[in-house]
């Protein structure tokens, strides 16, 4: 039982700490005019830091105050679902002691800052102009490429010569880490590439070169959708299999239902997970189509073209996620002959086309109630 809270713990630590720091990225992105802005009109780096350090734990403490106190309720049902299934003894409480609720804050806290001071630092990549960094650009991309096609190549020796389950969490953390130096860099020369197919075509071609300027946005937004995938794979895949498999063969049910357990909580959480994100990324996506569709109606287009236009983006990143995370769910069970993951494909179908059906309400909605906005 130790064991199944250990990984408990883990696999929830590293998926807040990647998404807070994606969600932090992606705010930085959206207000890039705004932080550039600021710097012409005289505001120093230092100064900018510290606006923008306030500004992110303004946003980031009240969340997670209110995820802590969510979590005593959260806990207090979890352990009673657990001593329900016998998996735990009757009177099994979490020790709520004064000391220990001021060292899980203070740790948490400081955890959260260390994200946030991280991530913040970013700001200095804003710069009035990019000439004199030129060179040093050409050079970090030169990195990236390099970086993230070790991490890549590491992730499909490790999937082909290994077939231990357990890479179905770190092989694919390989495969994001990778994807984070490479990415913004692929999702640019594709839209070269298209913009060229469809340059009769002024919707088509300025949609695809409106994301490659928001190539960088759309990465992270990407990156979000298959990190839940890689770690619902995981919990779906290794630990509700572990639990299953074995179950006739060890007489330790009671950790085996354990197991179970553990695998169905994860997948709420990750499903959960995943839901917010698609809704907060895309949503910070359409805002940073706001300020052109405006430009685009006061030069003579109509609201259904504007429409089309975003659908036509939403689409082209649905299509780059479908991709990337059939690599990381598919693949690695068709590398191994995994039966048993295998037929747990339709569970990536549903969650791909969900994802698809979110992009176009979300779409639809704004469209919707900007109609009515300016009515």
Sequence with gaps: ??????????????ISISMTTLIISINFNVREKDLINRRLIGLSFKNLFKNLLHEQLIIMV???ILGFCSSIVLNKLLVANLIKKTILQQGFSINYTFLNITLVLLISLLTLYAIIYASTKKYQRIEVSNKDNKKKMIKNQIIKIILGFM?????????????????YLFGGIFFIIGLHFLLEIMITVICKMLFQVFSGSFVFSSSIKNMQYNASLITKIILMLVNSMIFLNFS???????????????SNTQYLNGLIFLGAYLNIVFVSFTFIIIINGFLMYLRSLEKENLVLRQL???????????I????????LYVILAFTTTV???LIWNDKAALSNV??????????LLLMMLLCLSNWFFKIIKNK
Excluded: A, D
């Excluded at 039982?1 to 590293?14: A, E, P, R």
């Design 151 to 167: 991490f890549i190549i590491s992730y499909f020796l490790l999937i082909v010569f290994n077939n231990t389950e357990v890479l």
């Design 312 to 319: 036509l983006q939403f689409i082209i990143i649905w299509f």
């Design 62 to 64: 009240p969340s997670f």
């Design 331 to 333: 693949l690695i069970s």
């Design 236 to 250: 779906i895949n290794v630990i509700g299999k572990m639990g299953v498999q074995s179950y006739e063969i060890n």
């Design 1 to 14: 039982m130790s064991l199944i809270f250990i990984i408990l713990f883990g696999l929830l630590l590293l």
């Design 346 to 355: 339709i569970y990536w179908i549903i969650e791909i086309f969900v994802v």
């Design 300 to 310: 003579g287009f109509t609201r259904k073209k504007v429409f089309v236009r975003n």
